[in-house]
Structure formats: C-alpha cells, structure tokens
C-alpha cells in the first residue's frame, strides 16, 4: 500500500494552508505568470487559466493520493485572498525526509508569508508525521529565496554546480534558459527547537506554529 499524507489544512494567526479549490484557479494563474516565478521556477510559460485548472484539480490532489507529496494552497485568514503555494515532493517514506518548495503572489511579498507558512508546514511534518528532514534547494541567484531558508533555521550543506535551468529576460524582453547552480538546505528537527528558543526575527515567524485539522 502507498503511503499518503492524511486531507488536512494547517492554521496560523494570519494564514490557512488547504487544499487548493476551483476558485483559486484565477488567482493561481496570475501568480504563477509573475516575473519572479517565470525565472525561478520550471513552470510553463505563458501559464494559462488551462495549466492553473490543471494544477489546482488534478495534478496537486495527485501529488498527496499517489503519495508523492502534498500541496497547500496558503490563503489570509481574514480575506481568503490566495497568498501562495506550498509543495512538499520528492518524499522518500523509509528515510522520513522530503523537499519543500514554495511560491508567494507578488502582492504578498516582504509581509514573512514564506516563513510562516514553511515554517508551519515543517512543524507539522516533523510533529506529527515523525518525519527527520525537510530538504530545500535555491538557485544561485535567488538570494529571497535564500534569506527564506536562512530565516526558518536550514542550514547550507553545499552547492549542487550547474544542475538547474532557471530563465532569464533577453534584450528584446523575450525569456532564455540559464544553468545555474543550486545550494542545499536542510532543516531537522531539533532546528525547529532551536528556532523556537530565538527571538522572532521575521513577521511570520511568531505566528508560525499554530495547529492543524
């Protein structure tokens, strides 16, 4: 039998990480056409309403029953607004590790929504799932994604030279693939403890460890 993580959503002070629903596909589309995540991820471009519907209805719910993974739609507690997107994948079930990835809409961007939903999502993997790692990867170049990692406690284990294809603008405002090299975080754990021992040093940071249903 194929191991799955259970249907839940996960609650912080500010945010509500769930499943993504049909009526987050428009959302979804205009946060995944962003500039940043065009450079920074391998999604298609131009990301259509087709690949938005697509994601949200097949290819994440996908993710958790073939147990691959799990994706949370990360939305405001108060509005509903779609903030962003959380993926747990490349999920190995006898080693009890897995690789976190994540995206935040433009305009939620320099508000702490990356930690605080990161964060709440490595607390309930290693609390409640009994997981032992969580693996993060950046590109080079990203340093916002980078600072993400830092802030949450990862700690850099070393660089993974030219073994990712980000894009970058061309004169004529066009796109082209770059390589780029990718450094390897990882968070366990006991830095999760540490963390908690350590005055908040992002916004999400003290609202981070909540609850899940």
């Known amino acids: 039998m194929t191991s799955t993580f259970p249907d839940i959503s996960i609650s912080t002070d500010r945010l509500v990480l769930r499943p993504f629903e049909a009526e987050d ?34 290819e994440a719910p996908a993710e958790r029953t073939e147990g691959r993974g799990i994706v949370f739609a990360v939305t405001e507690f108060l509005t509903h607004r779609l903030v962003g997107c959380v993926h747990l994948h490349h999920t190995d079930w006898r080693a009890l590790s897995a690789e976190v990835g994540y995206v935040v809409a433009p305009w939620a961007r320099g508000e702490g929504y990356a930690c605080e939903s990161v964060l709440a999502v490595a ?27 830092q802030k949450i406690g990862c700690i ?31 968070l366990l754990p006991e830095d999760l403890d540490e963390m908690r021992e350590q005055p908040a040093g992002d916004p999400g940071y003290a609202a981070a460890f909540h609850d899940w249903s």
């Open 25 to 58: 596909v428009p959302a979804l589309a205009e946060m995944m056409s962003d500039e940043l995540v065009t450079a920074w991820t391998s999604v298609p471009h131009p990301y259509t309403t087709a690949h938005a519907r697509d994601w949200a209805l097949r």
């Open 156 to 186: 850099s284990e070393g660089v993974l030279r030219n073994a990712w294809i980000g894009r970058g603008r061309t004169r004529d405002g066009g796109w082209t693939e770059l390589r780029t090299d990718l450094i390897i975080w990882s």
């Open 123 to 149: 607390e309930w993997l290693f609390r409640d799932q009994k997981f032992e790692r969580l693996e993060l990867r950046t590109a080079a170049d990203n340093t916002a994604s980078q600072q993400v990692a």
